[in-house]
């Protein structure tokens, strides 16, 4: 990954193994070309010596490209500067989830942007403890160090992607645990409550919250709607096979500046999402979450490399099932983090590459951006992205590198 402010130039390493051998390669920066040109972040000519090397059959669209559509948030973005590491003094690793701070409250500051990690030092998936928070001039401070077991939070502390902050102050985090890395020790967990200063102020449990994964809200103050998404339904009994039996709960919150938020009503608004352990990934299933202006939620189903929807999700009394399909395929690989840009269209971070894919509310594909380029991965970047977010300027695209453990920003 590159540093600093410096435009991008999309190409492999000039040397690179293959196997075994040291190939020399040229490159060159990619300009504007039609669908079906070399891949993003690939000369012709590397794109051709590596291809087998470097692409798996199955993800055939890492192979493709598809420009940003004029209008589109993506058009003109160019740029991936890297912000600063987020692995505190503990060595906790793997960063998941990330928030953009958009007010002071206790020790966080407007500008500032919040990043939790999943794995510990050791590696372990479901251990990480620690949220760090990175500060406009790219320093970087531990906002909460949190024990590795905690009263309430079934199993102990393994922050995930489900990290919100709401206007009142309180910061909620989910966690999926596990003792030893391995989904045979993970446990249903919990969210996790902060104050606005990183100190625990307490928990929410109950047989609605089993492995959240991601979240979304919908912030009034003294009352808010979080949505979140949990991924280990029925997974630890399927012994490493596909279950349908993720699913989105709709959570009521009332909260006060001096009350912790608490659960005043529970909704499963969609289900039957597959879901299945993973060596790598821990767990997949339904991740992404964002939720627009008119109420309608956007999923990011991993397994069913779709991006669905749910409609009417802060009002509706029953559940969507596995919700409506907005887009499939194409430049999609296994969507995980899903972000809403200024202009209405969602932004989708790849699992299986290291692209953000760009869709409209009408479910086309506008454009896509290889943000990771690791070429030790096969595919280029696969497994290193997880969330994305807008940053506050509303400019650029905050995003995690797992393999670097890093935060960047592509402007």
């Not at 040397?15 to 075994?20: C, I, P």
Request: with cysteine.
């Amino acid at each position: 990954m590159h540093t600093g402010a410096t435009r991008r130039n999309r190409g492999i390493p000039a040397a690179l193994a293959v196997g075994g051998l040291a190939v020399a390669l040229s490159v060159t920066a990619c300009g504007s070309s039609s669908s079906n040109s070399e891949p993003a972040g690939l000369a012709t000519g590397a794109a051709q010596s590596i291809n087998n090397a470097q692409y798996s059959a199955a993800d055939a669209q890492a192979k493709t490209r598809l420009d940003p559509a004029p209008g589109s948030f993506l058009l003109g973005k160019t740029t991936v500067t890297t912000l600063a590491s987020t692995t505190p003094a503990n060595g906790d690793v793997n960063p998941y989830a990330i928030w953009p701070v958009s007010a002071d409250m206790g020790s966080l500051h407007s500008g500032d942007v919040l990043v939790d990690n999943f794995n510990n030092k050791s590696n372990n998936q479901g251990t990480g403890t620690t949220i760090v928070d990175v500060h406009p001039d790219k320093s970087v401070t531990v906002f909460a160090s949190l024990p590795a077991n905690l009263p309430g939070c079934t199993g102990g502390v393994g922050l995930t992607t489900a990290m919100v902050v709401l206007k009142d102050g309180w910061v909620i985090v989910g966690s999926l645990p596990s003792t030893d890395g391995k989904i045979d020790t993970s446990a249903p967990g919990c969210l996790i409550e902060l104050t606005p200063t990183g100190q625990v102020a307490g928990t929410l449990t109950g047989d609605y919250l089993n492995g959240p994964w991601d979240a979304a809200v919908d912030d009034q103050g003294d009352t808010a709607t979080l949505f979140v998404t949990n991924t280990l339904n029925g997974v630890k009994a399927a012994n490493g096979a596909q279950v349908n039996k993720g699913d989105v709960v709709r959570l009521s919150l009332h909260q006060t500046p001096t009350t912790a938020p608490t659960v005043t009503a529970h909704t499963v608004v969609a289900d039957s999402l597959p879901e299945r352990e993973d060596a790598s990934a821990f767990v997949k299933g339904p991740t992404g979450l964002a939720l627009d202006p008119s109420g309608k939620l956007y999923i990011g189903d991993n397994l069913g490399n779709r991006v669905a929807t749910v409609d009417n999700a802060l009002t509706r009394t029953d559940s969507a099932g596995a919700g409506t399909t907005l887009s499939s395929g194409g430049q999609l690989a296994n969507p995980l983090g899903i972000a809403l840009a200024p202009n209405g269209d969602l932004l989708v971070a790849n699992a299986t590459n290291g692209k953000i894919v760009e869709v409209t509310p009408a479910g086309k594909q506008v454009g896509e951006y290889f943000a990771n380029e690791d070429v030790a991965q096969d595919p280029p970047g696969n497994g290193d992205l997880f969330d994305l977010v807008v940053n506050q300027t509303k400019d650029g695209i905050l995003f995690v590198n797992d393999d670097t453990n890093t935060l960047s920003l592509l402007h």
